[in-house]
């Protein structure tokens, strides 16, 4: 028996695995790949902005100010301090995604965590935990960023950190019912009956079956938190002027709309793209995953 | 149905004593002493620590918050830094004008979401559909402070059909119902419609998909059940979820028009947020959030309990 | 008692249950204040002998699974002792030892498998976290799924939704199988396979039963498979012990009118063997408030006063190791037919 076992050890037929299967069917969905390959164009265009943007993004001049699209050398225009709007849109790529994508990032792992330990142990220790989420799921999510930002004040690591306290909540909540629903299952309690720890029986048996709907989850908000973060720099919280963000430069061109106002409402269509695109991507993940919306 | 009710309720207070907590930390997590935001920035050591004395500073949180709770029981905000006016005067002037707008916006969300997403449930993979979740997809992703941007610029600034901002000639203290002040309301009502649109299309569009796969509809067609009688079974079904719906858009949107409230410079309490944030004013920032946060609150129960009366499934869940 | 008949031993006992206990409290309410227990396991006492098979049986909610997981622990009791090989659980021999020695297999064989581990996976992952080498681990895999009658080069790269139903349950069989345990306790582990399946697993288990010198409790509500499976059968009702005895003894004289219900109500292949007893009629009561006395006298058709008023307690049979729990068949013990037989 066991030399038999031996030599079949060579010869396993491997089965693709369940996110092996995800790939194929997301490789599969059209718009799920264009809206991924948008998505990849603007992360590059951050990373490689100084390489691609044609000017400086914080020095203008005043002779040039508010120059419609077309203008030669500056084929989008110029902003109200005569800079180069092509140059800071792609500038502005950085500190949006940076300060819409990150917040979601931190809180799927605090969320994660606050949710499968509640999940998991359950009784008291998720009385306290999910009682304290639902009081800040109490606040409208855009109401909860503006009050932490607005008392925390303006600035990148106060935004960032008041839309990590925003997301928390949402991705916490979400953690914990598909965990409670998950430690019922009876391979769970196969695992217990193995004597397994409960660290492990969460990192083997807990996590790859709810790491999926959590994830898609957290995808889907990120399309909300580039709409906040880019509102927060709107409303004068988060990123300071001169630095280039696409919700800065829409709230320092607004007065602009009577002069340029294609010029002006550029950095909203940036945003508009990307959030898009993430939403996009998002449907098409949970689809691929066969969850239901 | 009472034991629901009730059982909802006081689920309620400890979830408003945790966002009256909350509330009361904001002026405690602002950067710096308290007291910048009631002192003026010059002020002497000794009127420092009097005034600390006073506003009770100098007193352990706990003692602060209950006596900081007993006064917004009994209705009193504070005072706001930059106008001297109390809190709970200013907000009450401008919680009228933001519930106006919100109420129309999500009127015109719902109604539009509702049409949108019953058509595409309905005509389920036709190019209906594709055109209806399209349209809801964009409602769910566009930057609406941009949009109302956008507006502006086709209505006012292109066409010069509605004014770009304000709420009307006195501002908002002669609001009445005729021509010249509701041209102001058009734009950002419009604008603030597009995300219970986008988000009450998903809802009822999977609502409607989930009910038409149903047997008992199969069964009323086997019957011979024409399309308007399968048609008032989709309504009747889906009306409790899609009123609860409504019911927490209208409290999001109280909560986020500040950003539409900015754009259009209407007088509610997101205009209202705006200048607290602008002049760092934490008696008007706090009053303004808790107010609001407690009538999402309130909205959240008042939501449930309806849709318990109206679909008895809800209270087993 | 005939003293005369010669008294088989009983095999050494194996496993020993003392006063097992468990109530769940039924939260609700206006302040999630206990509504009332569920005395879901209500001081149930039995013994495995080495090597035997314990059937146990029941209407659903009588208490059955609730065993079972007490004995791998997997929930705790309020109160009584096991004892494996003569050591008490807990004290002399750890849990962890107990959760190695007594494994369990689950109903539904494809919520017991992750569905993101392999078979390889799903069978290495016990000995693993009991420190065996991972290489070791898959070998063992391999050897066990072999020995389930599953070919591991075809499935040790499986998914469990690649696998049938009997194959899904073969596989918990053989991970249950991976911790060398000696009692494996069974619940309800081929009632959801089609009947073709069902008797190719349950030769499956006798075989390995014979192999490896397994001790298995089986559980199970289908009367006939029990029949097969076990030596002795133990009747539960509404968590307590109604009868329990040699399989032949429960089957061919039961005692308890309610073992008697059971069977009579048994679908059986002879035609001669029409249900002659009347079908237990209506639902088990709530097991929340139990009825007093003999928890059986609502559904009992030979119910006396006596039985409303005191728990008969289990009482020795006709036949050794036959005991049942009926005011009928206890001398003195106030029930007008018992005072007849008297």
Known sequence: ?293 | MLTYIAKRLIYTLPVALGVSIVCFMLVHIAPGDPLTSVLPPDASAQLQAEMRKIYGFDRPLIVQYGLWALKTLQGDLGVSIATGRPVAAELGKALGNTLMLAVLATFIGFVLGCLFGFVAGYFQNSWLDKLASFVSIIGVSVPHYWLGMVLVIIFSVQLNWLPATGAGPGGSADWAWDWVHVKHLILPAVTMSVIPMGIVARTVRALVADILSQEFITGQRAKGLLDGGVFRHVVKNAAPTALAVMGLQLGYLLGGSILIETVFSWPGTGFLLGQAIFQRDLPLLQGTILVLAMFFVALNLVVDVIQSMLDPRVQRA | ?342
């Not at chain 1, 400086?56 to 500056?74: C, H, N, S």
């Not at chain 1, 919280?237 to 061109?253: A, D, F, R, S, Y």
């Not at chain 3, 073992?259 to 009579?264: C, D, K």
Request: aromatic letters at 8%.
């Open chain 1, 1 to 293: 028996m066991s030399a038999a076992a031996l030599d079949s050890l060579a010869t396993i037929e491997k089965s693709p695995g369940y996110w092996s299967g995800v790939m194929r069917r997301f490789r599969r969905d059209p718009v799920a790949m264009l809206a991924l390959a948008i998505i990849l164009g603007l992360v590059l265009m951050a990373i490689f902005a100084p390489w691609i943007a044609p000017n400086d993004p914080y020095r203008g001049q005043m002779l040039r100010r508010l120059r419609p699209m077309g203008t030669p050398g500056f084929p989008l225009g110029t902003d109200e301090l005569g800079r180069d709007m092509l140059t800071r849109l792609i500038y502005g790529a950085r500190l949006s995604l940076l300060m819409g994508v990150t917040p979601v990032i931190i809180a799927f792992f605090i969320g994660s965590a606050i949710g499968i330990a509640a999940g998991y142990v359950g009784g008291w220790l998720n009385t306290v935990l999910m009682r304290t989420v639902d009081v800040f799921f109490a606040f409208p999510s855009v109401l909860l960023a503006i009050a932490l930002s607005g008392a925390l004040g303006a600035g990148i690591f106060n935004g960032l950190l008041s839309l990590t306290i925003v997301f928390v909540p949402p991705i916490a909540r979400i953690a914990e019912s598909v965990t409670t629903a998950v430690r019922k299952i009876e391979y769970v309690e196969a695992a217990r009956a193995s004597g397994a720890s409960s660290f492990t029986i969460v990192r083997v048996h807990v996590l790859g079956n709810v790491i999926g709907p959590i994830f898609v989850y957290a995808t889907g908000l990120i399309s909300v938190s580039l709409i906040l973060a880019s509102g927060l720099s709107f409303l004068g919280l988060g990123v300071k002027p001169p630095e280039p963000e696409w919700g800065l430069m829409l709230n320092t061109l607004r007065n602009a709309i009577y002069v340029q106002p294609w010029v002006a409402a550029l950095p909203g269509a940036m945003i508009f793209i990307t959030s898009i695109s993430f939403n996009l991507l998002s449907d098409g993940l949970r689809s691929a995953m066969d969850l239901k919306a």
């Open chain 3, 1 to 342: 008692m005939n003293a005369s008949a010669p008294i088989p031993r009983p095999p050494k006992p194996l496993l020993t249950v003392t006063g097992l206990t468990k109530h769940f409290a039924l939260k609700g309410g206006l302040f999630g204040q206990s509504r009332g227990v569920v005395r879901a396991v209500d001081d149930i006492s039995f013994e495995v002998g080495e090597g035997e098979t314990l059937g146990i049986v029941g209407e659903s909610g009588c208490g059955k699974s609730t065993t079972a997981r007490l004995l791998v622990d997997l929930i705790s009791p309020d109160s009584g002792d096991i004892q494996l090989g003569g050591k008490l659980v807990g004290s002399e021999l750890p849990i962890r030892e107990l959760r190695r020695q007594v494994q369990m297999v689950f109903q539904d064989s494809y919520a017991s498998l992750n569905p993101r581990l392999t078979m390889e996976d799903a069978i290495s992952f016990g000995p693993m976290v009991n420190g065996m080498a991972r290489n070791a681990a898959v070998r063992l895999a391999h050897d066990l799924l072999a020995r389930v009658g599953l070919e591991p080069r075809r499935f040790a790269g499986r998914y469990p939704h690649e696998l049938s139903g009997g194959q899904r349950q073969r596989v918990n069989i053989a991970r249950a199988l991976a911790f060398s345990p000696k009692v494996v306790v069974l619940d309800e582990a081929v009632s959801a396979l089609d009947k073709s399946v069902e008797a190719q697993v349950l030769n499956l288990l006798t075989d390995l039963k014979a192999e490896l010198g397994l001790t298995y409790v089986f559980i199970s509500h289908d009367l006939n498979v029990v029949r097969y499976m076990s030596d002795r059968v133990m009747v539960m009702y509404l968590g307590q012990v109604a009868e329990v005895g040699p399989v032949d003894a429960i089957y061919g004289a039961p005692a308890h009118p309610y073992s008697r219900a059971l069977l009579a109500a048994m679908p059986s292949m002879d035609p001669d063997r029409r249900t002659m007893e009347a079908p237990l009629a209506g639902d088990p009561p709530n097991p929340i408030n139990p009825p007093p006395g003999c928890r059986f006298h609502t559904r009992c058709r030979f119910a006396d006063a006596v039985c409303s008023m005191s728990d008969p307690g289990l009482y020795t049979m006709g036949t050794p190791g036959h005991l049942a729990a009926c005011h009928l068949h206890i001398p003195a013990s106030g029930h007008k037919a018992a005072e007849l037989a008297a």
